[in-house]
């Protein structure tokens, strides 16, 4: 397994999803992921699609600057670190932000997301 190439096409798919169609991205989370967003923390496919598709803001684009991935775990996990800006629509300046992502393989051939943290980087 290509680490680089699954951290790739997972960054790609996550935040077109994101910018296009939020609730799109439940498929990704099961009852046992966890999402911190900003130092809050909300469990569950349903509670974190939820969280997502209830942010205080309807248009955005995600304009990724890095991806670093790592193996993780006996079963073939995957850690993925993003970094990058956030372009809200109607905002004069971008938003700088860190997401790390621990990826779970599935019976199916695919990925889910156990652990998802998010953070706004300050300056």
């Known amino acids: 397994m290509d680490l680089d190439s699954v951290a ?13 169609n ?6 990704l989370y099961q009852e046992s ?15 974190i699609t939820a969280k997502l598709t209830g942010l ?9 600057s890095t991806i670093d991935c790592q193996p993780s775990g006996p079963v073939g996990g995957v ?10 629509a109607g905002e004069q300046y971008a ?3 860190s997401q790390m992502f621990h990826l779970i393989p599935t019976p199916q051939g695919g ?9 706004l980087n300050y300056a």
Not at 35 to 40: I, K, T, V
Not at 56 to 64: E, K, L, R, V, W
Not at 79 to 88: A, D, E, M, N, T
Not at 111 to 119: C, H, M, S, W
């Open 56 to 64: 205080p803001f309807q248009q955005c684009q995600h304009n990724i």
């Open 95 to 97: 938003l700088k932000f």
């Open 22 to 27: 939020r609730g799109g991205l439940a498929g």
């Open 8 to 20: 790739r096409a997972f960054v790609e798919h996550y935040y077109r999803t994101f910018d296009t």
């Open 111 to 119: 990925f889910y997301v156990l652990n998802d943290i998010f953070r």
């Open 79 to 88: 850690l993925v670190f993003v970094s990058g800006s956030l372009q809200l």
């Open 33 to 47: 992921s966890m999402l911190s967003f900003e130092g809050a923390k909300t469990q569950g496919a349903a509670a």
